[in-house]
């Protein structure tokens, strides 16, 4: 009978995909992972139960597990830990249903730090999840309110039904019926102070946030690195 | 009766609390803190409700005097959503800032791309809550995801000094001071602890009007000990969120089996991968409630939500799904109660999935409603005004 030489629990090396990338490569990654500061409330050994599976909505509709995400984590198994973050993480919903986890685990928290560093580190699935995402990304970075009424277009959204054409249409002008002093805008949410917005730039420069996004999407780094540092240099702060 | 069947049906009667279950109370660490002068805590003055969360413990609900943290989302794509939170507050009279010093909370991007970190996300939390801390008015949180983000970013800070030292660092350089309010609370809550209030003012009969809930993700599920339960709704055995106001409002609220989903929003999905989200919304939610509870009204109480669960609707309709039921938040359905304006101001027309036939049972004539909007906004175009105001619509 064959001996059993290698760790029975662990995915085994060639079936996990990605050899052209190197173990000491994915070991890197993956300890970024583990080494973040919210790792350990976030996973606290798994029961392999499938409960976080069954409320799992992206479950459902995607070959795709919490359970999986967990589990690769709790016997660190880096190989498969690392062809997760190049071809599952991006299809969790961040709902945080899998929450109930009876062990305590927070399997979309694992999730979250998995995608930063992924983002961080120019991941391929990064970039792909995140093509089409930039305008978004440009617009929270650079203006402090996420989605904006001049978002709505028909051609954006032609499966939201005739309603997204009669808003954009009649944007300017139903934006001016709204009795909110703050909400008459059309590319913010709301109308955001110029000061408040020049706090979030020394935000996302201080915390490297901005850096982040520097290896995902360049063209989108370097738009907003040029006005956030030509408007924090007008005001005369120093980063 | 049997005794175990007695048993049985008593628990179902009455829900009681284990108190071995209750959750950890974070006020112990938030206290300490700054007890050693680590931070300041912003307390609920003394007008407040106390209301009941999931293990026990009582929450209290500032009643007025608020700062409202909005949504972009709301803002942006449901107006008529922050309007109504907005337009009750006045109706029943409690004074409020709807501040400019407000960024979002940046956790719809967080959630969907990653493009951001534990710090960053921490830091635009405080400025936030120091904003309000400086005008003395108390925080209200209108986003679901923003409610359990900061929930998320509050627990985060009390149990890591070294963020704490992080964020003080940029707090610094913005000349603010660290503070975390004694309560986060989410403007459910306050609709929630006003309930008998807003009951009171209500003009309209609405025992038929079938309603379901949605109760969103990120406001029960994401450090979730804080969140309304109450006994007497649901028998404790879920979020009381909602369905309390819609209970107090006298309207008939019904059950269905997939309660605890979630609306398939998914942050990214809803923008660049709505296939699942349409799924989901449609086959999991809005189905289930039209076979199970057949409601004239989906109420939820949050932003993706709505947006989800309304906008999901119309592409399932051409594949002759079993859907069609207008979305929109418990605010809006208040307010249309209290007598507010469909569109001047729950401004329905920003919404996808037909609202009309409600509006009929409800007893609103939405064609006089609809020709009086048109009117103002002549008037907004001739340049007779430039913008519709509160006191164009009784506030
Ligand atoms: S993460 Fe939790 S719920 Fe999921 S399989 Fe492991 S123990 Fe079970
Ligand atoms: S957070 Fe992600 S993994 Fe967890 S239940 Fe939601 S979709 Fe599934």
Known sequence: MAQVTFDPYLKLEHLAGHADVTRAEKERLISKVMADRRFPDYLYGCYECGICVAVCPSARFYDFSPRRIAQAAARVDVDLMFQQMEEDIWECSQCFSCLRCPRGNNPGGIITIMREVAVEEGRRSAKTALEGYSRIIYKIMSTGTQVSPDMLQPDAFPDWGPEVKDVSENLSLWRRALPPETHHTTSTGWDVAESTILELYVIWLETGALEMIKEVDTGIHMILEEIMEERLEEEGIEI | ?395
């Open chain 2, 1 to 395: 009766m049997s005794d175990a069947v007695g048993v049985i049906l008593s628990k179902k009667q009455k829900f009681e609390r284990t108190p071995d279950r209750r959750n950890h109370d974070f006020h112990e660490e938030l206290f300490a803190l700054e007890a050693a002068g680590e931070l300041i805590v912003q307390r609920v003055s003394d007008d407040f409700v106390s209301v009941p969360t999931k293990y026990g413990l009582q929450k209290k609900i500032q009643r007025g005097h608020l700062w409202h943290h909005k949504s972009c989302g709301q803002c942006g794509h449901i107006p008529g959503y922050s309007t109504s939170i907005f337009w009750i507050m006045r109706k029943l009279g409690y004074d409020y800032d709807d501040p400019r010093d407000q960024t979002s909370c940046t956790a719809w991007n967080y959630y969907a791309s990653a493009t951001s970190n534990q710090a960053a996300q921490a830091a635009v939390a405080l400025r936030n809550f120091a904003a309000a801390y400086e005008t003395g008015y108390f925080p209200l949180i209108h986003c679901g995801t923003s409610y359990g983000h900061y929930k998320e970013v509050r627990s985060e800070l009390l149990h890591q000094p070294e963020l704490r030292a992080q964020v003080r660092k940029v707090l610094a350089k913005l000349n603010k001071e660290m503070v975390i309010p004694e309560e986060i609370v989410h403007y459910s809550e306050w609709l929630y602890a006003m309930k008998d209030e807003i009951a009171s003012r209500s003009i309209l009969d609405l025992s038929k009007i079938g309603v379901t809930v949605h109760p969103a993700c990120h406001y029960y599920k994401l450090v979730e000990g804080d969140a309304i339960y109450d006994p007497d709704v649901y028998h404790g055995q879920r979020t009381a969120a909602v369905s309390g106001l819609v209970l107090s409002l006298g309207a008939d609220l019904r059950s269905y089996s997939t309660f605890f989903d979630c609306c398939g929003f998914g942050f990214r999905h809803i923008l660049v991968q709505r296939d699942f989200t349409r799924s989901f919304a449609t086959l999991r939610k809005i189905e289930v409630m039209k076979e199970e509870a057949d409601p004239d009204v989906v109420l939820t109480h949050d932003t993706g939500c709505v947006t989800a669960l309304d906008k999901s609707q119309f592409a399932t309709q051409a594949h002759e799904r079993n859907v069609g039921i207008p979305v929109m938040s418990e605010a809006q359905f208040a307010a249309l109660a209290m007598g507010a304006h469909p569109f001047k101001v729950c401004q329905l027309h920003w919404h996808s999935t037909n609202y009309r036939p409600l509006l009929e049972k409800m007893g609103i004539d939405w064609e006089a409603a609809w020709a009086e909007f048109q009117e103002d906004l002549k008037k907004l175009e001739r340049g007779d005004q430039k913008y519709l105001t509160w006191a164009d619509v009784g506030v």
